[in-house]
């Protein structure tokens, strides 16, 4: 059965605070995505990866950076946490097509 | 710059009734048209999908018709049922490699009883 993971389901941070959102993937797909939701903005391409070590930015990708070590996973990491990144955060992963959605990390910052 | 516009943001159908939602896209390179349905708590997940080669693709109670000329694709759902109720993205991408889905706004859905 296909399986995207998120390493949380809610996470509440300070402002300043350095903030790691993982995300793995069983299906041996070869990209992977974040996306960040808002009430009314949709989902928005923060950083997308398509090999181990690759990275592509989307089209928020300001305040925020990636990591893919191994293929499986997909990091994203938000330097220093500002409350304008409280969001809804989606991990997805694809081969070729449609990617597959992790559940999602409400993230908050306070 | 917006390049996949879907409207409404939300709407309201009688059970039974025929739920319609619109996109319009802007990249003549887009070759690739999901719609994904998201359920409150939970990420979103692969309803349909259409290429440009057909203009119509059905199924079950789901429908995707596609005016390449026009840039538009929508998404018809018949015999509208309070389980659909959900929040409905659609999405465009193109072939070319390094490239991801490009998500319109989302249409929240509620059926009535």
């Known amino acids: 059965d296909v399986k995207v993971t998120q390493s949380s389901r809610y996470l509440v941070k300070r402002t300043g605070e350095k903030v790691f959102l993982e995300c793995v993937q069983d299906?041996?797909?070869?990209?992977m995505f974040w996306y960040r939701q808002d009430p009314g903005l949709g989902l928005r391409l923060i950083y997308f990866?398509?090999?181990?070590?690759?990275?592509e930015k989307g089209d928020i990708p300001e305040g925020y950076s990636v990591s893919r070590e191994k293929k499986e996973r997909f990091s994203l990491i938000l330097e220093s946490a500002s409350t304008n990144q409280t969001s809804m955060y989606l991990c997805?992963?694809?081969?070729?097509?449609?990617?597959?959605f992790g559940p999602g990390t409400r993230l908050t910052v306070l | 710059q917006q390049q996949v516009k879907q409207s409404p943001q939300s709407l309201i159908v009688q059970k039974g009734g025929i739920s319609i939602i619109n996109c319009a896209y802007e990249?003549?390179?887009?070759?690739?048209f999901p719609w994904y349905q998201q359920f409150p708590g939970k990420g979103p997940a692969l309803l349909i999908a259409?290429?440009?080669?057909?203009s119509e693709k059905k199924e079950g109670r789901f429908t995707i018709s596609f005016n390449k000329s026009a840039k538009q694709f929508s998404l018809h759902i018949m015999d509208s049922q309070p389980g659909d109720s959900a929040t409905y993205f659609c999405a465009a991408s193109s072939n070319q490699a390094g490239t991801a889905l490009i998500f319109g706004k989302g249409t929240t859905l509620s059926v009535s009883s």
């Open positions: 299906m041996d797909h070869e990209n």
């Open positions: 990866s398509y090999d181990v070590k690759m990275k």
């Open positions: 997805a992963s694809s081969y070729s097509g449609s990617p597959f």
């Open positions: 259409i290429r440009p080669d057909v």
């Open positions: 990249n003549t390179a887009f070759d690739y």
